[in-house]
């Protein structure tokens, strides 16, 4: 699982018919230890309505095909959760709501 920030769209009309109705978010990963930007931005489909800005928990590989909405589907990165908060050793270091 990677922690990252929704950082814009991808819309495509034209692609498989497995991909039909489905959400394309670009997600650029989050350090846990700085909660700075970090890495490259990639694709991922949105399982949980997830939008810009939003702060949310991805996975990879075999894991992203296991939602409803994206079993059996070509998939290699999904967005399952938006994120509230994070505690690390003690501390928040993220709240969604400040």
């Known amino acids: 699982m990677q922690i990252g920030k929704v950082k814009g769209t991808v819309v495509s009309t034209n692609k498989s018919e497995k991909l039909h109705g489905l959400k394309l978010l670009i997600v650029k990963p989050i350090s846990l230890e700085t909660f700075e930007e970090k890495g490259d931005v990639f ?43 994070i505690d690390l050793n003690g501390s928040r270091i993220f709240e969604k709501f400040r």
């Open 43 to 85: 694709v991922a489909i949105d399982a949980v309505g997830a939008g810009e800005g939003e702060v949310v928990m991805c996975v990879g590989g075999s894991s992203s095909r296991q939602t409803s909405i994206t079993e059996n589907k070509p998939v290699d990165q999904s967005i399952i959760a938006i994120i509230d908060s």
